[in-house]
């Protein structure tokens, strides 16, 4: 993490969460993340309780992000959220590319690109997930694979707003398994797809913010919040219990 960007720890609650148990996490949340004023806090509840948690965290520093929208306005798309719906709802951003919407929803980076753009073009902030698989590791396809996914994912958006999107690296292996990356893979992942903006804007790359994901937890959150080119975390199953989300929300701070 660089001084110049602010650390963001953020929990992805999936499909966790009724009303009811979200009112009763943020009640445990926010009295335990007062002090930790360095550091952006947002949650990720279902579209359900979104409105509910937007009411319930008003006023302190925690945000509020949907977990995935549609890039048309309006439409005949059945089941589907547009921007315009979150914008109403006072949500702040939303996550776009989540390993399990391109895996068990087949988005892809073409699709997520339009996403990105809409989104960059609301009052929304785009948080876009990239990460390899472990055969594409092994294959020592990963930079490949993330540079198509880092690439095309921000080709719509002017490089001047770039540093708008935040990045969360996950790699998939990663993700609720338990297994995180070592502080040396997160980090080496990190640096290059703060290399890979680059090659579109020096300044972006300074500015903009890539967490990492994917079986962190209050143990070794600390550590990756510490390296030089990792300035957060996603968090999936670790978020879900307001002690253990609060713990990760000090040790980045
Ligand atoms: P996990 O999930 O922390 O449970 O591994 C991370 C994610 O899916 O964002």
Redesign the pocket.
Known sequence: MSSSRRPVIAG?W?MHKTIAEAEQFIQGLLPRVTTADSVDVVICPPFTALGAMVDSTRGSRVEVYAQHVNDQPEGAFTGEISIAMLEELDVHGV?IG???RRGLYAENDVSLAKKVAALIDSSLAPLL?VGETEAERDAGTMEARLREQVTTGLSEVPSDRIAEVTI?Y?PIW?????R?ATADQAQEACAFIRALIAERDASAAEQIRILY?????PENAAELVGLADCDG???????LDPASFAEMVVAAG
């Not at 990663?174 to 338990?178: E, Q, V």
């Open positions: 992805n999936k996550i989540h390993s399990e997930c969360a996950e990663a993700i609720g398994t338990g995180v994901g994917g079986s962190a937890k975390l996603l968090v999936g199953g670790a978020s």
